[in-house]
């Protein structure tokens, strides 16, 4: 089955380190921080793509791998991607700022690339974000069972437009089986969750897209009413949320985390308001990410892509493209994401009531085909065919 | 079931003839049209709302509705609507420019509208048109099998984004299943339909969503092919058509309209290049129109709806709304449509592919409740509300 | 010159105290808040509009209104709006969830209501926020000049567009010329205009809008220089920031508030990183605001759209509507921001490059045309006629 | 001067034609089309960039370049672009589908590229067209003022948003300083022209943007009197159309064509309502032009697009890359615009009225630059650097 996920997404080209640069390149330089949080002038900053560090002669992959950080080789040896504010004065901090490996640093930017014809093809429909182009959801569908059965850990992330349209069932259904790892959102998206769970509203607005007389006061009301219990959880366990996204990660004990921002109202008990700390939160998970579905959201897809690599490492070291869903319903979210270097996230330009929904009828017929598949006595290899 | 689709709609409010400024309406006045093509001084612009016309003390609503035309009074005292091209040196147009029933002509604005609760209440979610807004598509399958299921004449009317995404396989099955009254599109429909049934591409772009090698050239190709063999029917017959949008439109013997735009290659055959003639053709079917769906087009969507009135004369003289669906991915082309006078429009943002695909789905789905409830014994009357 | 303000934008309705609802309300009810960020049940949820209490037979306005929030009487006898989180157990929280007055508590939504037409007329162009709607940059300069000459308080609020679109000099005019009462931003804006001053690049983008090589690692060498200096004001002092937004916000000593985010690279170190500290910071400033301009961006927009009322008190008890105005180059942002109930914005479709740069010639020219008036003789109040 | 619109714009890379496979190229093959308007097998489609056709041993550029139509060889041998419908039977058409010279047709895609990096160079802001990149208003002044003053030919090409934005007063503007070889639109834009000559109104919206009473009619009053006139021309003569774009260009004597679409009301007597006929025309400026400015108009902009070569042939035979400028409020259109083929579009993501406003400011600038430095006695070479 391992190999199936392979076929999906652009294979691992390795670096070739015989390469005249890579083959003479120096050791990378290591500099102490002059303070706290504070980084050598001219270190290296990285990106999100596979970068190998030369140390006593040998290319190193650093651990937790990230862009717009730092490298930082600690007292043990060990090879660490850390933002700036998070080294201590003394850390050792890569410096250079080549990239091609004649400094010590190479980032294998051709890591997951596809062959390209010749430049300047002339060609129609080449932009690479567009509402006119067609959504594979057969493809996401039988990555996001590979991951499942894999053992893999989807993170998905969400901007409160989730619960607004209603795909609110869809997102419990895709929890209840098993295909979300963690969830990343704001304080937003579980106020309207719970919202609709104890009012059956969305900042006042009726399922049906209607606003309601007094409904302004609906998500206050909610907010109000976790408070009183203390936190969300316990709010579940004291039956005020019945049902719901929220519901469903507490019941399943799935993690979650929710950061803060100056748009909240309230906010809940769980919502971790200091920005720092909720990068750190988020980082928890986005360094096991295998996966990562953003939906909805400008604010939180981008400050998980900022997070993630391009990549997974798999635990025999070999590297796989991170399949990064990126959906929206206009075109510039996902420009931004891209402009911001998550070049690797594939953008799916429609609204997320009808993107859960369908993804979620594909995923269930992948399901019945690998049941069949398995039943008819098949080899995994060739459901996963048979299921294209 | 004739009853059901009331329920689904906003109940028409008859005008009230006995209030005072009605009461005491004078006739409307006509006056002759001073050359072919030209309209009196003042003449009344019509709007696609229900409009009472006193002729000889009785209101009369006028033949083929539709805004920004001219009332005319044929020599056989027949009221039409008609386009200011189309009158004739000497034809009587109703002149006045009031809208309240001052001047002999009544504007019946209020005819669909649903109660509102008092001015300025502070409300979240208010907008009319927004991605963030649920969309029932239970209502919308529902309508739509009411609509086939009571002889109702509903007009599609589409982008080429339908074809790109990949919805064709969708839009054939609402063809082929009796959904579909007429169709309207341009050229570039009818072209990626045909390319994507020749060669499997659409602007040289796979069904994957890449742009191919030498893919620039295949929409020419498509069109040349249908040229060669004289029309559309022609290259369905002789082979070279075997599948999609046109083929299933010939195939069932449903209506089309192909218009023809400036940016159009080719065109077709089957084009109507004349843009006046072009408007008699699709007006033929717009004024049979007892709904609307208009996919992923701006100047389409916009066209049908400057032609369409705002509601449906049924058999017995009673009028109904004319329920008018306008899909596009954006929030602005629904705005603008409704900017141009087509108010009683229910926009949904999503793209093509992902509304066909689940408007299929449901329209199976209340398909298969409505059998059941008829297996059942159940009355239509019941199984309509089951099917909700 | 007072006077001038109130022709250019709706004026005030007060309210009728002797209408019968209003005439025979009684006292609003208050009742403890059972723990500390907790409200009593059905609290009343406040909106952004004028909000008179009835108190001892009479009615009062509360002090720091906002939407989202409870009615607090303190100890002193005196009426607070309060966040929720900010009330202690014990305190005195209005409760009742009419708005008409019936429970003692009256919503003013028609204290600044343009006069509107019969119901239901047939009307092209009257969505509220489109791009095919004039700007009419006059009248924004005229409110501009006019809340600097009477010593208003104009909140400025940016996203990172506004730096990206180099718009940076025009906003450093505005600064200068003592427009800018306040400045409310995130991270990203300080960062990029840091960036600007020492690369000349924002996120590695060259003023020609070109990505530049090695451009991607700019903002964090910006940002650690900034973090080595200990704060912004050092980094100016000590020359490594020349020029820009965040150097003439120092160096005029405007106030600015910086807030953090998930999003956020460093952070830089003046950033207030805790949402619930960076919310009060904001609304020190909110409070005090007689004018907002909200410039590319939907969280800081809709933050601080959620704590500001609809309308200024002057010194003199008297009440205005609050000019705001929301630029962002789509429909979408201004309607979500209406949608979260900031229904008095003023929608500018257009990019902040664009935005920034013809307002500031509007703004030349209205002090010219004042400077000529004055000279002329002209009484202010002609003069400002002069400029329209 | 000549030299200094190279600098502004990338240079010409001239083909190698000593490359083994220019070197070894065959004959371009020409087969007669087998009926009127149908052309031979695997015809070669072309497209808009430098395309070289070997013939008798001599690499030519055809005349009249455009994409999506066919080399001809006329009875003369001159070599020509057409369109698949104006093609007689018998005429001599190439055939192939390499464009690599191998079957004698080379496509120069590398005509004007610039120097790019090595692939896949992580960088941020790499996006091609995006609301967040500055916008070089000099730079596109200066190619204006250098158009105009070095005798070429602009075409204009605008949607209705010109006119509902009120940016008519800088349209007349450029139209009476010379900057309009032609101005191509359709009958929206001369309508809403009209109507606010006549009525200060567009669409009924006042150039404050509201709605007016009755206004709904206006434009189909507008329409009238010019039909009743006769045509534009004669409405101008005779005093009905007394300012505004169309009141210019008739005055100026510029050229213009309008042409129909299916949502045309009326439409004014001087449109061409064929598709056809309407392309004809627009071709005849097309193959003229030597800049393009697109304004707010998908339809206008694609169809102009896909006549427009990507480069200007100069008298003496050299080639240069035709400027292209679209501006629109979303990325979208020009994303469109480029999957389209034409990828030389440089976007302005703005809206028109602040477009047209700052462009002029801008092209003033240059003009009083140019001017000063004449006087200055510097070379018209020098005066261009100082106005950059």
Request: proline residues 5%.
């Amino acid at each position: 089955m391992v190999r199936a996920i392979f076929r999906l997404v652009p294979a691992f080209n390795p670096p070739d380190f015989a390469k005249p640069v890579l083959a003479a390149a120096p050791d990378a330089r290591f500099v102490p921080a002059p303070a706290d949080g504070v980084l050598p002038e001219s270190f290296f900053s990285t990106t999100n793509l596979p970068t190998y560090v030369r140390i006593d002669g040998a290319w190193r992959l650093p651990r937790e791998p990230r862009m717009d950080s730092a490298l930082v080789l600690d007292a043990d040896g060990e090879l660490w991607v850390r933002e700036g504010r998070r080294v201590r004065k003394g850390d050792r901090v890569a410096v250079g700022t080549a990239e091609d490996g004649r400094e010590g640093i190479y980032v294998h930017a051709a890591a997951f690339m596809e062959e390209v014809g010749p430049d300047g093809e002339f060609k129609f429909m080449s932009s690479e974000v567009s509402r006119e182009k067609p959504i594979d959801y057969a493809l996401m569908a039988d990555i996001l069972v590979n991951e499942r059965d894999n053992g893999g850990y989807p993170i998905w992330v969400a901007g409160p437009a989730l619960v607004h349209s209603r795909a609110r069932h869809d997102m419990v259904w895709f929890i209840e089986n098993g295909f979300v790892g963690a969830m990343l959102a704001g304080n937003a998206v579980a106020v309207h969750d719970i919202e609709a769970s104890i009012f059956g509203t969305t900042l006042g607005m009726s399922g049906a897209g209607k606003a309601t007389q007094g409904g302004h006061g609906l998500h206050m009301r909610a907010i109000n009413a976790v408070r009183a219990a203390g936190s969300i959880k316990a709010a579940v366990e004291n039956g005020v949320i019945t049902d719901g996204i929220m519901h469903a990660l507490v019941k399943t004990n799935t993690p979650f985390v929710l950061t803060g921002s100056i748009r909240d109202d309230g906010p809940l008990p769980d919502v971790i308001t200091d920005a720092i700390a909720a990068q750190d939160a988020m980082r928890a998970h986005a360094i096991k990410a295998t996966m990562a579905i953003l939906i909805a959201t400008a604010l939180h897809a981008i400050a998980t892509g900022n997070m993630l690599p391009a990549f997974v490492t798999e635990s025999d070291g070999s590297l796989r493209e991170l399949a990064t869903i990126c959906v929206d319903s206009a075109e510039f979210v996902v420009s931004k994401l891209k402009d911001r270097g998550t070049h690797q996230a594939f953008g799916v330009v429609t609204n997320a009531q009808d993107f859960m929904h369908i993804l979620r009828l594909y995923v269930e017929r992948a399901i019945d085909q690998r049941r069949i598949a398995v039943a008819a006595g098949a080899t995994s290899d060739r459901a996963v065919t048979a299921a294209r």
